[in-house]
């Protein structure tokens, strides 16, 4: 059995912008890729600031958000199988 793990845009990545988003930038793993907890997955701009996103648990990539997409904080950027 397995639990989803969602991988978020931190609020804290806006504490300095004024810009209410920001955009994918690119992913550094493919759906389907094993991750460890804390292994950078992708980056995400926010003004002219590039900030890396971590996978919040240890498991394998199940979906992503596209390339170019507008996030907002606290949007939901791609989803994690984790064991249970």
Known sequence: MRRIAEIRASQDL?????LPEGTVERW???TGATVARGDAVMEVR???ALHEI???VSGRVVALAVVDAV??????LGEI???V
């Open 81 to 83: 199988a984790a064991p």
């Open 46 to 48: 926010i003004e002219d």
């Open 28 to 30: 550094m793993v493919e």
């Open 71 to 76: 996030i907002e904080p606290g949007s939901v």
């Open 14 to 18: 806006w504490a300095t912008s004024m």
């Open 54 to 56: 971590v996978a919040p």
